[in-house]
């Protein structure tokens, strides 16, 4: 962000500095009058002050000794109002922490971006403004998705960087970092999908554990809701839009997916994708519309796995590894019209570990080819989820979402037939 011409650069920095200072105070004060809280480590301004200090110490001496002096004193006067504290049996830090947050407002207006500054003054507002709503999330969090957390970000930020990257067997189009690779990403966007569902949206009804769990699995959340009907018989025309629904989102999720990997091949699926997720959700807005539901007590799904959990997470790699073997071979006896094939066969099964295959092996398709096989693989993999509809669901659940399901299932076959 540049200064406007005619104003020195060094006024909007202390300026943004103090403005900053007093937005942190004056939520804190908040913060403090919420929580019924009489004793504070001084008042707004007092935070402003120390914003302004920060910001001059800083910039007084190159050599900072300045301004290490000023947070040794205000660290120490911290120090002796945080051991009064102590003495009564009050041992928040929340003041503390805050006054020196803010001492640092002047180096970070001073040295980085501005667009840091905002970020780093946005942040601590928010902390300070979402006690309610971390202590809620901690205490549902359970604490063995935390130790599955812990040992996936350690493979994911550490042993991932030391994968080789390089083919071990000839055969194999992928090497073992392409492969662990695939399963960060796509692990990491079902993970996503699984805590807004499981600790966010869990019993906000059908439509939205519709949504979320087409991030997670559209084809988890069909057979999971189609079951639901059986339960809610009268609420058929939700539990069926839900389920059109969650396809709608399956292939903004695949967008994404594909962007990671092969932008080329994104632009190329962004126009039908859209136009699929469009439909889908036109198909379940005319669905849900179609009847009228009775009320009751919010749907609770069945918990889902965490897909963080290594055992999934190695079947995906090994899914991934024999998908691409039997890529290449089909590639090679039958070129791209075994390909095609291949993609509806993949389709009823799980159609990640196809499509990241394709985007990472060293193929001889080409790009127009692995287009048509993800639109293939997709709709493949709608006529599955029809099934399930039909099947797991009752009688007019399976015909409305089984139909809507059809029809996605008719219409990119019939694009890949006359556009691709």
């Known amino acids: 962000m540049e200064t406007p011409e005619g104003i020195p650069p060094l006024l909007v920095d202390f300026l943004l500095a103090s403005a900053f200072s007093f937005l942190i105070g004056l939520a804190l004060k908040e913060y403090y009058l919420s929580s019924k809280k009489t004793e504070t480590f001084g008042s707004t301004r007092t935070y402003v002050f120390i914003g302004m200090l920060g910001f001059v110490l800083f910039q007084l001496q190159e050599q900072r000794v300045l301004y290490l002096g000023g947070l040794l004193v205000l660290g120490g006067l911290l120090a002796i109002y945080y051991h009064d504290r102590l003495g009564r049996q009050r041992f928040g830090m929340i003041g503390i922490l805050t006054a020196l947050l803010t001492y640092l407002l002047g180096p970070i207006s001073l040295q980085y971006p501005r667009w840091f500054l905002v970020l780093f003054v946005i942040t601590v507002l928010l902390v300070l403004n979402s006690k309610a709503k971390i202590r809620v999330l901690t205490e549902r969090l359970a604490d063995r998705e935390i130790i599955t957390l812990a040992k996936f970000l350690l493979l994911a930020g550490v042993i991932l960087p030391l994968v080789p990257d390089q083919q071990i067997v000839p055969y194999l189009p992928v090497t073992p970092y392409q492969t662990w690779l695939a399963v ?237």
């Open 184 to 420: 960060v990403v796509i692990t990491s966007i079902s993970y996503a999908g699984y805590l807004v569902q499981t600790y966010l949206f869990q019993n906000k009804g059908l439509l939205v554990t519709g949504a979320i769990g087409g991030v997670y699995s559209s084809t988890a959340t069909t057979v999971v809701l189609a079951k639901k009907a059986h339960e809610q018989p009268s609420n058929d025309a939700v539990v069926a839009a839900s389920i059109i629904l969650a396809t709608a989102i399956m292939y903004l999720r695949l967008l994404v997916v594909v962007g990671i990997f092969n932008l080329e091949v994104c632009a190329r699926l962004l126009a039908p994708f859209l136009l699929f997720a469009a439909l889908g959700a036109a198909l379940a807005t005319l669905v849900y519309r179609s009847t009228q539901r009775v009320g009751g007590p919010p749907t609770v799904l069945t918990r889902q796995q965490n897909p963080l959990e290594l055992g999934p997470a190695l079947l995906f790699a090994g899914l991934f590894v024999f998908i691409a073997a039997a890529t290449k071979f089909v590639l090679s006896r039958f070129s791209a019209a075994g390909l095609h094939w291949m993609s509806a066969i993949v389709g009823v099964a799980d159609i990640d570990p196809f499509i990241l295959s394709l985007l990472q092996g060293r193929f001889s398709a080409s790009a127009d080819e692995v287009v048509k096989a993800i639109v293939i693989a997709s709709a493949s993999n709608n006529l599955l989820k029809a099934v399930y509809a039909a099947s797991f669901g009752d009688r007019r659940t399976g015909l409305l979402a089984g139909g809507a399901l059809l029809l996605l299932t008719v219409i990119p076959l019939v694009y890949c037939l006359v556009a691709l």
